[in-house]
C-alpha cells in the first residue's frame, strides 16, 4: 500500500491542466533569483506573474491541506475503475514518474547552488532545511515506486477497493504532499525572500507530520539517502558535550 | 506506536555517537521519537558557544547544523504553543511545591533541572508514553505521595539512564 500511496506522485500531474505547468516551475523560480537583471521588461512581466499565481495557489493549498488532499486523493484513486482505463492510467503513471525523476536532477543542483550561497544570499536557513527536507522525502519515494514493474503497477491499481483507501488515507496524504513538492518548494523560496512566516511554519508543520512517518517506515533509504550513520562523532564529544550543558545551566541559574 | 521523548542529554548522545543499536535508538521503529523546540535550542546554544571545536571535531557550525536538521527527519518535533507548554509547566511545579518542599530541593540539587521539567511537559502534551532522561533526580517524581497528586495525561514512565555511559538503562520510574 505505501509505495502505491507514492504513486500519487505519479498521477498528481494529471489532476489539473495546470498543474503540468507547475511541475515544470524548479528550474523557473531558479531564474527568479537573477530575472529582474537578465530577462527583457515583457519577459520578466510574464514570468513575475506566472511565479506570483503559482505562489498564491500553493499558499492556499498549503493553509487549507487537509481539506485539499481529501478531495485529491479522491480524484487520483477512484475505486472500481474499468478494465480499460486501467491500462491508460499505468501508462500515465509511469510517464510522468519519468518526468518528475527527471525534474529532481535539476532540483539537486539546485538545492547544491543554494547551500553553498544561502548564508551569503538573504535566503532564511529554515528554508533551505525545509527544501532539503522535503527533497529526500520525493527521493525515497520516487525510488521506492521505480523498484516496481509494470504488472507490480497493474496489481495495485486493479486492488484499489474503497477499504483500502479509507484505511491508508495518511499514507494516500503522504503521497499527495511528495507529488506537490516542485510546487510548494519553488514557492517556499519565495516565502523566504518575502518573509511570509505563515507560510513557512505551515510547510514546517507538513514537514514535521510527515517526515518522521516516511523516515520510520524507510529507514534504511532514510539513513542512506542523508549519511546520517557517517558522521560519528564517538563517546567523548558526548561526555564533553554533557558537561557544557550542566555548566551552562548553572551559568543560567545564577543569572 | 508508542510516543518516546529525549532529553537533551540522550538527543546529543544519538547525535554524537549514531548508537544505532541501543534498545531505544531513534532508528527503532517500535517507537516514534519526539524532542522539542528547548531540546534543540539546548543542543544549538552549546554547539553555537564554538567549543565543540575542543572535542576533536573539525568542522564549521553551519555543517554541524545541516547535519543536525538532517538527523531531526527521525524525530518529530513536539509540536505545541508556548503557552500551553506554560500551563502544564507550572501545574507540574505546583503540585511538587504541594508536597515536597521545592525551594530547599533546588537550592541543594535535589530536583531536576527545570529544564528537564519543560521537556517532560512538553512530552506529556504530545502524548508520549515514555520519557528518556539521565537526570537521576527524577526518582523524587516515583515516591507514592508524589505519585497520587501529579495528574499526567500520557506519560507513564520515566526511563534514567546513565549519563556517563547512556547504553546503561538505571531506573525505571512509574508515575502512574
Given at each position: 500500500m505505501i509505495p502505491e500511496s507514492f504513486m500519487a506522485m505519479g498521477t498528481s500531474v494529471s489532476f489539473n491542466k495546470t498543474t503540468r505547468n507547475f511541475i515544470k516551475f524548479p528550474s523557473e523560480i531558479r531564474k527568479k533569483f537573477d530575472v529582474y537583471l537578465k530577462t527583457r521588461v515583457k519577459d520578466r512581466a510574464r514570468k513575475f506573474s506566472y511565479i506570483n499565481e503559482a505562489y498564491t495557489n500553493s499558499k492556499n493549498i498549503l493553509l487549507n491541506f487537509d481539506n485539499f488532499s481529501d478531495k485529491i486523493f479522491k480524484q487520483i484513486f477512484k475505486p472500481k475503475i474499468k478494465k480499460r482505463e486501467i491500462k491508460k492510467i499505468v501508462k500515465n503513471i509511469q510517464n510522468n514518474l519519468k518526468e518528475v525523476s527527471e525534474e529532481y536532477k535539476e532540483l539537486d543542483i539546485w538545492l547544491t547552488t543554494i547551500h553553498e550561497s544561502f548564508l551569503s544570499e538573504p535566503i532564511n536557513p529554515i528554508v533551505y532545511f525545509l527544501a532539503k527536507k522535503h527533497y529526500i522525502l520525493a527521493k525515497i519515494a520516487i525510488n521506492s515506486v521505480k523498484k516496481l514493474s509494470e504488472d507490480d503497477i497493474l496489481k495495485i491499481v486493479k486492488s484499489i477497493s474503497e477499504k483500502s483507501l479509507k484505511e491508508n488515507s495518511e499514507w494516500l496524504i503522504v503521497g499527495v504532499f511528495i507529488g506537490l513538492e516542485p510546487i510548494f518548494v519553488s514557492s517556499l523560496i519565495i516565502a523566504g525572500g518575502r518573509r511570509d512566516y505563515d507560510f513557512i511554519s505551515s510547510y514546517n508543520n507538513l514537514i514535521n507530520r510527515y517526515l518522521p512517518l516516511v523516515s520510520r517506515n524507510f529507514i534504511e533509504d532514510f539513513l542512506k539517502e542523508t549519511e546520517i550513520s557517517k558522521n560519528i562523532y564517538g563517546i567523548d564529544a558526548y561526555h564533553k558535550f554533557v558537561s557544557e550543558l550542566q555548566v551552562d545551566r548553572h551559568e543560567r541559574c545564577l543569572l | 506506536m508508542k510516543g518516546v521523548f529525549y532529553d537533551t542529554n540522550l538527543f546529543s548522545y544519538f547525535f554524537l555517537t549514531k548508537d544505532f543499536d541501543h534498545p531505544y535508538s531513534p532508528t527503532n521503529k517500535d517507537f516514534l521519537p519526539y524532542i522539542s523546540l528547548f531540546v534543540e535550542e539546548e543542543f544549538l546554544h552549546v554547539v553555537l558557544k564554538g567549543s565543540y571545536k575542543n572535542w576533536g571535531i573539525n568542522k564549521k557550525f553551519l555543517d554541524i547544523w545541516k547535519e543536525l536538521q538532517t538527523f531531526l527527519g527521525l524525530f518529530r518535533e513536539a509540536n505545541t504553543s508556548i503557552s500551553t507548554i506554560k500551563v502544564v509547566l507550572f501545574d507540574l511545579i505546583g503540585i511538587l511545591n504541594q508536597t515536597l518542599n521545592l525551594e530547599l530541593l533546588y537550592r541543594r540539587r535535589k530536583m531536576p533541572d527545570i529544564m528537564d521539567l519543560l521537556h517532560l511537559s512538553a512530552s506529556d502534551i504530545v502524548e508520549c508514553e515514555l520519557f528518556l532522561t539521565t537526570?537521576?533526580?527524577?526518582?523524587?517524581?516515583?515516591s507514592q505521595n508524589v505519585k497520587n497528586k501529579l495528574m499526567f495525561k500520557s506519560v507513564k514512565k520515566i526511563l534514567i539512564f546513565d549519563i556517563d555511559n547512556p547504553s546503561k538503562l538505571l531506573k525505571e520510574v512509574d508515575i502512574q
Open positions: - | 537526570d537521576k533526580k527524577f526518582e523524587i517524581l516515583g
